[in-house]
């Protein structure tokens, strides 16, 4: 019988009796691949502690898994099951190791462009352990889903790896603190890099630059600004030594 070169199913043959034979392969195939998550990528052997339905996908091989590299093994009636992927870059599937997702293209496997997770080989060329993050001081890294917080009570400093976060003044924290954003020569913010600063305190907050110039939006005055109570500002780097910071309860 002819076989579907994409999935590898067996074509029905006219006035064949098949029909319950293709079924089951059709089953099996998306119990299989469908929504696919695993373990783990490059498992070599089992390690006798999975459930019923849990996958992997094969490295070297060894024991239960010997012979079966590169597979995808899922326990079914405590009896592992292989399956090879059924045609390049189908499927994309889940590492719940790292959360990354995984492609097979020409048999290989790999982390999917853009598909998240742990450490991957290369990124623009830089190899090992890549931080899609980076260290702040770079815009175009990937950035956060959310604005992260960098909780402080006393006089702080901005670090490189406050772009993007919010520097937050908590209730309580106490009068007179002043948080500060470091001139270019100290910290090289990136052009276009933002900082948020959040005051929950009964006292003002003062938000100050150090050597560089912080301009107010819609004004233009320079200096130090103040944060009332449950204000929030954000300050854009515009130039290599200029803010331009607004906000609410900003002054």
Same mark, same amino acid.
């Given at each position: 019988?002819?076989?579907? %070169? =994409?999935?590898?199913?067996?074509?029905?043959?006219?006035? /064949?009796?098949?029909?319950?034979?293709?079924?089951?392969?059709?089953?099996?195939?998306?119990?299989?691949?469908?929504?696919?998550?695993?373990?783990?990528?490059?498992?070599?052997?089992?390690?006798?502690?999975?459930?019923?339905?849990?996958?992997?996908?094969?490295?070297?091989?060894?024991?239960?898994?010997?012979?079966? *590299? *590169?597979?995808?093994? #899922?326990?079914?009636?405590?009896?592992?099951?292989?399956?090879? %992927?059924?045609?390049?870059?189908?499927?994309?599937?889940?590492?719940? *190791?790292?959360?990354?997702?995984?492609?097979?293209? &020409?048999?290989?496997?790999?982390?999917?462009?853009?598909?998240?997770?742990?450490?991957v080989s290369s990124v623009n060329g830089a190899t090992?352990?890549?931080? @899609?993050?980076?260290? $702040?001081?770079?815009?175009?890294?990937?950035?956060?889903? &959310?604005? %992260?917080? =960098?909780?402080?009570?006393?006089?702080?400093?901005?670090?490189?790896?406050?772009?993007?976060?919010?520097?937050?003044?908590? /209730?309580?924290?106490?009068?007179?603190? @002043?948080?500060? #954003?470091?001139?270019?020569? /100290?910290?090289?913010?990136?052009? $276009?890099?933002?900082?948020?600063?959040?005051?929950?305190?009964?006292?003002?907050?003062?938000?100050?630059?150090?050597?560089?110039?912080?301009?107010?939006? &819609?004004?233009?005055?320079? &200096?130090?600004?103040?944060?009332?109570?449950? $204000? @929030?500002?954000?300050?854009?780097?515009?130039?290599?030594?200029?803010?331009? #910071?607004?906000?609410?309860?900003?002054?």
């Amino acid at each position: 019988m002819a076989t579907e %070169p =994409n999935t590898g199913l067996t074509w029905q043959e006219a006035n /064949s009796l098949t029909t319950d034979a293709l079924h089951n392969q059709v089953v099996d195939l998306l119990a299989v691949w469908l929504n696919c998550s695993v373990l783990a990528v490059g498992q070599a052997a089992p390690t006798g502690s999975e459930a019923e339905g849990d996958r992997y996908i094969v490295g070297t091989g060894t024991g239960a898994f010997a012979t079966h *590299d *590169d597979e995808l093994a #899922i326990l079914r009636g405590g009896t592992w099951q292989f399956h090879a %992927p059924p045609h390049a870059g189908v499927p994309i599937i889940k590492n719940q *190791d790292d959360g990354s997702d995984w492609e097979c293209v &020409g048999g290989v496997w790999s982390v999917k462009a853009g598909g998240g997770g742990g450490a991957v080989s290369s990124v623009n060329g830089a190899t090992g352990a890549v931080d @899609t993050f980076g260290t $702040g001081l770079d815009v175009d890294a990937t950035g956060f889903r &959310g604005i %992260p917080q =960098n909780s402080q009570s006393v006089n702080y400093t901005c670090v490189a790896a406050d772009a993007g976060k919010e520097v937050y003044h908590p /209730s309580g924290a106490g009068s007179g603190d @002043t948080f500060t #954003i470091p001139a270019n020569a /100290s910290v090289a913010y990136e052009i $276009g890099t933002a900082i948020t600063f959040t005051n929950m305190d009964s006292n003002a907050l003062s938000i100050a630059i150090t050597t560089d110039t912080m301009y107010l939006a &819609g004004v233009g005055t320079t &200096g130090s600004r103040s944060l009332a109570q449950y $204000g @929030t500002a954000t300050a854009v780097k515009k130039t290599s030594t200029t803010w331009l #910071i607004s906000g609410v309860g900003l002054t």
